[in-house]
């Protein structure tokens, strides 16, 4: 892996698939440009879903 970071090396087809598949991606979202816009919409979701927990404690006590 750290040879493939400091490209000392290329990564074979194979390489690829079981890194995808550690990651639990497909090939096409580790080649996709549009990976950060999808971080920020997982991020945006995490706090409405921190704000309705919290709501949901708050009912609850």
Same mark, same amino acid.
């Given at each position: 892996m750290s040879d493939?970071?400091?490209?000392?090396?290329?990564?074979? *087809? %194979?390489?690829?698939?079981?890194?995808?598949?550690? *990651? %639990?991606i497909s090939l096409v979202v580790l080649f996709s440009d549009s990976i950060e816009v999808d971080i920020k919409e997982l991020l945006k979701l995490m706090d409405v879903l921190s704000t309705d927990t919290k709501k949901f404690s708050r009912v609850n006590k």
């Open positions: 493939i970071e400091r490209d000392k090396t290329k990564p074979s *087809l %194979d390489t690829l698939f079981t890194i995808c598949n550690v *990651l %639990d």
